[in-house]
């Protein structure tokens, strides 16, 4: 990584995880709901590459906005992203005891305290959007609309229902496994981009562009999930390994083996690029879609 890079993705961070202590700070008037807010903020504080707000904040500034803008925003993709990792973990569906190297939010705090922690985070970030002032009417309903259908039935929320349904399937092909990752995953990033664009003020045109380079980086980010869960480690990774082939998921490594599916992450990765390639000043992005590729965490 360069040395500007290498600021740039601490700013965005350290501007994301000082924002989420804001919005989400015990107060006197909150005081009743603390366990709530416990349970809220230790896995909103288990770290994490933090690569939904990094998008936020890079798209609003690659089309010459203001950060100000893009704080809510940002905040909001960690939040649902967080409630996702809460939820997934809980018994009822992937059943694991740990997450980002701890125990998971369910393990901490109990099931009925992790799912609600998982609810109050679904709907936190809508309230933090519309109160926020230096968005206007316009771009609120906006962003609202979208990252409402990013996250529901066809969008994060499908995507699950559809991998859960995979696993009791020996039919999965790689038209299926794409679909199931555009929405699982693939959405939640695109969206990122989007809201980024949003706050600076970018046109259909732009924002069309960049939600098809966030699908591409989706997917070939879910690729390298699917080889590390083969080759990584629980001490690297922060969760467990092997998870995949335990509940008999159908993944790329699975269909092409690790080279194959190496290959094909190189491919999307490469289309991904092509398009950041319409903007300028794409260097932060550029360097960001390269380290997503060769990560080993």
Partial sequence: MSREFDEKLRQYISLTEDSLKEYNGLTPETEPQKSLITAMNYSLDAGGKRIRPVLVYAFCELFGGDLRKAKAPACAIEMIHTFSLIHDDLPAMDNDDFRRGKPSCHKAFGEAAAILAGDALSVLPYEIIADDDSLTAEQKVKIISRLSKAVGRSGMIGGQV????????????????????RCKTGELIAISCIMGGICAGADDAQLDIAAEYAFRLGLAFQIIDDILDVTGSQEVLGKPVGSDAEENKTTFVTLYGVEGAQKIADEITGEAMELLNKFENNAFLAELTEMLLKRKN
């Fill in 162 to 181: 559809i991998d859960m349904e995979n696993e009791s399937r020996n039919d999965v092909d790689e038209a299926n496994l794409r679909n199931m990752y």
